[in-house]
Every structure is written in C-alpha cells, then in structure tokens.
C-alpha cells in the first residue's frame, strides 16, 4: 500500500472517530487506537505479520490507561474497566480456540498468534465501550473476512492463507464507530421483550 493512500486512509479513520466522538476527551485515544490499527493492518498485508514491536506496547499501555482513563470518563468505572479486561480476554480466548481447532483437528495454518495478540488490544477498546460490542467485532471481522477470502480465492484461483489483521481491525472500528446505534438497537429490542 502506497504511503499518500495510507495517509489518506488514516485521515478517513480519523473523520470517523470525529464523528463518532466529537470534541470530547474518548476522541485522541480512538484517534491513536485507529492509527496503530491502521498501521498493524498495513504491515500485516505486505508481510503477513503483526509485530509485537506494535502489539505488546499497545496492549500494555492500554491495560495501564484503561482503568486511569475510566475514572473521569465513565459513569461506572468498575463496569468500564471489568469490561475492558474481559473484552480482551475474551476476544483473544476465543481466537485462540480457533487457532487450535484449525491446528489440531483441520492440521492447517490457520490464523496466527499475532491476530490473538491484535484481539487483546481490540477486545479491550471495544469492551471498555460495552462488553456486547465485542461480539459485533468479531461478526464484522469474520463476515468481511470471508468476502474477501472468497474475492481473493476466485482472483488468485488457488487456496492460500491471507491475513486477518486487517479485518480483525475493521470490525473493531465498525463495531466502536457504530456502538451508539448497535447499544440503542440492543435497548429497543430489549424493550419490545
């Protein structure tokens, strides 16, 4: 991917999160969170890699601002932290059943230790939203994910690995840009029941 077309997808991320944030204090940290996906999804298409030079800080940094940043900005900020954290476990836990069911009973490669790394990361900021919104995540992720496997599949005419980075990434930001109205649907249904 060419370096403007980068610039000027993180822009686009960028104008998303504005419109999903506004001027409040949640909007620099999807901004930052939406560059290091952006960034991770990029690496992860030319080289089929997710570092952990990008992965680990940002899981780290995270799960330390997490509960810092609950505090003044969450009403309830023992349900937003708890939520975070189980987000990210969750989200990776499930990955890793995944991964092992792909290595162990189908005996092909699958996705790798990466995309687990990268849910971690996804399952916190996603979950500290509302832990619900995890699952949405992982729909858009998986639904987008084979789409274009399929596109790929009849493009190249033959079965071979790509990587998921990207789509683990684009659910996430589906699933936190559109989490007022994905919440606001969840409560109307709730309601009619």
Do not use: Q
């Not at 992965?55 to 969450?74: C, E, G």
């Amino acid at each position: 991917m060419g370096y403007p077309l980068v610039e000027v997808a993180n822009v686009a991320l960028w104008g998303l999160a504005a419109a999903r944030f506004g001027w409040s204090w949640e909007l620099p940290i999807y901004l930052a969170l939406f560059s290091v996906l952006l960034a991770l999804s990029v690496i992860d298409l030319e080289l089929y890699l997710l570092p952990n030079r990008l992965t680990y800080p940002s899981i780290v940094v995270s799960a330390l601002a997490i509960p810092i940043l609950s505090v003044p900005l969450r009403e309830d900020p023992v349900t937003a932290i708890r939520s975070a954290y189980l987000g990210g476990l969750g989200y990776a836990g499930f990955l890793v059943v995944i991964l092992l069911f792909y290595e162990l009973v189908v005996r092909k490669e699958g996705m790798g230790m990466g995309d687990v790394k990268l849910a971690v990361l996804l399952g916190m900021w996603v979950g500290w939203i509302h832990l619900i919104l995890v699952t949405y995540a992982l729909i858009f992720a998986c639904v987008i994910g084979v789409v274009v496997g399929v596109i790929v599949l009849i493009a190249r005419r033959e079965s071979r690995a790509f990587p998921f980075g990207p789509w683990l990434a684009i659910g996430a930001i589906i699933a936190i840009v559109r989490s007022d109205a994905i919440l606001a649907s969840l409560n109307r249904l709730g309601s009619a029941w």
